[in-house]
């Protein structure tokens, strides 16, 4: 039972994979080795907002301007999706999302 269950998510995986590979071709234009800007996630776009509460913590917001990761305080409670507990975080989220290497 878990086998036949394990071979199907296996199928609907491989078929939105190929369905992906059909939809969206490499461009026959790209060179090798040329970077390409991807849209960065709609919360790395936003300002920093601390929120309403009174805390104290120290976040990270992804600063478009700089195109880097910049500490701010964070008052614990509401804010945006711009928010990250480490800088790491922000980066994997934001930063490293914006060029990739065309490699094929």
Not at 47 to 72: I, Q, R, S, V
Not at 75 to 92: I, K, L, Q
Request: glycine residues 6%.
């Amino acid at each position: 039972m878990a086998s036949n269950l394990t071979c199907e998510v296996c199928l609907v995986s491989l078929a939105i994979l190929l369905i992906g590979v059909i939809a969206y071709p490499a461009s026959d234009k790209a060179e090798p080795g040329t970077t390409a800007t991807l849209p960065r996630p709609k919360d790395c776009t936003s300002p920093p907002e601390t929120g309403p509460c009174k805390a104290a913590f120290e976040n990270y917001y992804f600063n478009t301007t700089l195109n880097k990761c910049m500490d701010f305080i964070y008052g614990g409670c509401e804010g945006n999706g711009n928010r990250y507990a480490t800088e790491e975080e922000c980066n994997d989220a934001c930063a490293l999302a914006t060029t990739v290497s065309n490699a094929l």
